[in-house]
């Protein structure tokens, strides 16, 4: 029969800053002012350590406490390991301010960032990590487990849906767009007029009442030079399902990578765009570019916030969250 092991109880962080704190001050006594402790409670962890340790670290002469030759050691290996304790506390907490958040391009270029303002007025110390990528790039970090949280305009496609989480955040509306007095809309007959009196007509789109605008058929419209985003973004999903599918014989001249480039190329009259409202707002509204409205046409969308299941979710995580669903 075999004799059973005796189980020693383990050694605690607690036990070895107390034995460091008696070994640097020389007494239990200040080791219990130093550690906010009862003085029983300081002597009662020493003994402790020393019938685990199964050899005596102090040598008791009345009311004093002298080191034994077996302290220095020890106290070499617990500083060590209450440093490692420290830097292992200093990570946890630094890695709790800290967030990984992906973006596609127009939320991270033109949205974001006045959310992120509230996140630091919340939580000055956050450390924000980001990525911005069309849609499907993003998603494809948020499978690999390395994202937080995105926020992507086009409908989500990961390849294990089991384990994405993906919750409608809000709506955007995509619009057509063209220089004013567009080459293009001239060569055709296609003149600037008024949103007033477009909406006379039945095309509202929820854009500003008044804003100048050109209006044009679908046909017409498959006519003329297109620039979109390339395959992959959020902003090409809706083009192909909700525009492109209604003109198989547009003219896209070009798949661009980057909204901004869009949007000078068409200042520049290369062809009409179409991106989302956010990207052009102030081109609108100084009157450099107009809108082009197409009868039959919704490029609505819905936004999307997606995570990934086994993600942890951190304080800082739950309080982004908090902010961009307020906002």
């Avoid at 070499?76 to 973006?103: C, N, P, R, V």
């Avoid at 009442?209 to 209006?215: E, I, P, S, V």
């Avoid at 044009?216 to 620039?227: E, H, K």
């Amino acid at each position: 029969m075999k004799k059973a092991v005796q189980t020693l109880p383990k050694i605690t962080l607690k036990q070895l800053a107390v034995f460091v704190s008696i070994y640097q001050t020389g007494s239990t006594s200040r080791a219990s002012e130093q550690l906010h402790l009862s003085q029983s409670a300081v002597s009662s962890a020493l003994t402790e350590l020393e019938s685990r340790l199964q050899m005596p670290l102090f040598e008791r002469v009345g009311r004093r406490l002298n080191q034994h030759p077996n302290a220095h050691p020890v106290y070499i290996q617990a500083q060590a390991i209450l440093g490692q304790s420290l830097t292992l506390e200093h990570y946890h907490k630094h890695h709790a301010e800290q967030i990984h958040i992906g973006a596609s391009t127009t939320i991270g270029n033109y949205v974001l960032p006045p959310l992120l303002a509230k996140l630091y007025g919340v939580l000055p110390d956050a450390n924000v990590d980001m990525y911005i990528a069309n849609t499907q790039e993003v998603v494809s970090e948020v499978e690999r487990l390395n994202i937080d949280i995105a926020l992507v305009e086009g409908k989500p496609r990961p390849l294990d849906t089991k384990v994405i989480e993906q919750r409608a955040w809000r709506t955007d509306t995509l619009m057509i767009f063209a220089k004013r007095n567009s080459k293009w809309l001239d060569s055709i007959g296609i003149h600037i007029e008024s949103n007033i009196e477009s909406n006379i007509d039945g095309y509202d789109d929820g854009h500003d009442d008044g804003a100048d605008c050109y209006r044009l058929s679908i046909a017409q419209l498959a006519t003329l030079p297109l620039l979109v985003r390339e395959a992959g973004s959020g902003t090409r999903q809706i083009i192909d399902e909700q525009l492109l599918q209604h003109m198989p014989d547009a003219e896209v001249i070009m798949a661009i990578q980057q909204s901004e480039a869009i949007k000078h190329m068409v200042s520049a009259d290369i062809g009409l765009g179409c991106l989302s409202q956010h990207v052009i707002d102030a081109e609108l509204a100084s009157g450099e570019l107009v809108q082009v409205k197409v009868a039959g046409i919704d490029l609505a969308r819905t936004w999307w916030l997606v995570w990934h299941k086994a993600r942890h979710q951190s304080p800082i995580w739950q309080t982004f969250i908090d902010i961009i669903q307020a906002g």
